[in-house]
């Protein structure tokens, strides 16, 4: 099965400054990469997904890479803001199979410092 | 209907006792998909639908846990002779598949205590 590994754990920056957030993924039949935000005692939200067939994806300050040949992908976020500190996930699953069930990696938390 | 709604969000229970947990999803989403979370990981999938067929389930869905979606509509996750080791949050989440449009929305969880 699909195995998600995701670093750091724990990212501390300074407001204004950037963040990136890695992830590397085993299985190569996987095709769609979404990132989730999760605040504390909340619900994961999705902010950004990509499917294999682009490089990278951008949506305001933040973006997501994607290396199909080296199986990672990064979540960049720029300029940070208070209110992006939470968890972050990445996920990985190939949406040919149907099942679209996601593998998550174990979670990025970003303390953005004012 | 703003979201996928989960019932109930705190549950405590003895060891050795039975518990049920619905999930009410996006009334139009004809997928839906439950997960676990523990303290500090990522979601791990349990068992997911379309519409009222249960189409997969993950090995981490021992024979005490069972999971129904009559008439593709709502759900429930019913967890059996429960043990310490159920003690996690409970996700629910759904989707409608069509191109371009792939990702879940959760609800809020079940936190489940197990006592």
């Known amino acids: 099965g699909e195995n998600v590994e995701q670093h750091p754990s724990t990212l501390s920056v300074q407001e204004g400054d950037s963040a990136v957030i890695k992830c590397t993924y085993s299985?190569?039949?996987?095709?769609?990469f979404p990132w989730y935000k999760q605040e504390l005692g909340k619900r994961p939200q999705l902010i950004i997904d990509?499917?294999?067939?682009?490089g990278e994806k951008k949506d305001q300050r933040i973006a997501v890479t994607l290396n199909k040949t080296a199986k990672h992908f990064s979540l960049h976020i720029t300029e940070t803001q208070p209110e992006d500190s939470a968890v972050y996930f990445c996920?990985?699953?190939?949406?040919?199979?149907?099942?679209?069930?996601?593998?998550f990696g174990s979670g990025t938390r970003l303390q953005v410092q004012p | 209907d703003t979201g996928v709604s989960q019932d109930p969000r705190h549950k405590i229970t003895k060891r050795g006792q039975n518990v049920t947990f619905r999930c009410d999803p996006i009334?139009?989403?004809?997928?839906l998909y439950w997960y676990r979370q523990t303290l500090g990981q990522g979601p791990e999938f349990l068992t997911y639908?379309?519409?009222?067929?249960?189409?997969?389930k993950s090995r981490l869905l021992s024979d005490r846990f069972s999971a129904e979606r009559p008439k593709g509509s709502f759900s429930t996750l019913e967890i059996q002779r429960t043990e310490q080791g159920d003690s996690a949050m409970y996700l629910c989440?759904?989707?409608?598949?069509?191109?371009?449009?792939?990702?879940?929305?959760f609800g809020s969880g079940t936190r489940l205590t197990v006592v």
């Open positions: 990509i499917r294999s067939n682009v």
């Open positions: 989440a759904s989707s409608l598949v069509f191109e371009g449009n792939y990702g879940y929305t």
């Open positions: 009334s139009e989403h004809n997928r």
């Open positions: 996920a990985a699953s190939s949406l040919d199979t149907g099942r679209r069930a996601l593998t």
């Open positions: 639908f379309q519409n009222e067929a249960q189409l997969e």
């Open positions: 299985d190569s039949a996987s095709n769609y």
